[in-house]
């Protein structure tokens, strides 16, 4: 009789830190999550009662982070749509937003590194990283103003290619972003 074998230390646990644009977006509450889809066209021919080919019709990276940090500052780094002003005494912050269409150049890179224990402690094991290239930040701004919880705001951190990565690399990547063959 076999048995199964298994190994305690690849079960993935935990938060994470996520940066966007080399910003480090702060706390969150409920959970970072990330999903990646295909969306498939299967072929049939009239001649066979088989699919006789597949082909991927699109492919959709989402990284959903709901943000605990809501202040200005925080929240122009992931506000696409917004201008951010502050005043020369730094006191004064605003956002303006509406009539902007941003830019694909805006489009930064964001990267998901996993806590190692509870104590915010990043991983060093870079095996466990999420990179998204280049991300649209599509925020959900919604402030809900009671005592019944914290403000938060989540925001979807959409894929985009990056047509200046070779084909098949240029969505995101698993894993530690120096490997080489």
Known sequence: MSVMTGTVSKIEFGPCQVTYNAVDLGY?????????????????????????????????????????ETDLATLNTVMATGT?????????KKIEVGGKQPAASTFYQVIVTPLSDGSGTLSTDANEKITIYKAVPKIQLSKA?????????????????????????????????????
Do not use: C
């Open 84 to 92: 951010y002003t502050l005043d020369g005494a730094g006191s004064k």
């Open 28 to 68: 969150f509450k409920g959970g970072v999550s990330f999903a990646y889809t295909i969306d498939w066209l299967d072929i049939e021919a009239d001649q066979s009662s088989m699919i006789v080919d597949s082909k991927v019709r699109s492919e959709r990276g989402v990284l959903t982070v709901p943000m605990q």
């Open 145 to 181: 103003f009671n005592r019944d919880g914290e403000r938060i705001v989540p925001v979807e951190f959409h894929a985009i290619k990056d047509s200046t990565k070779d084909a098949g690399k240029q969505l995101f990547l698993l894993g530690d972003s120096t490997a080489t063959a």
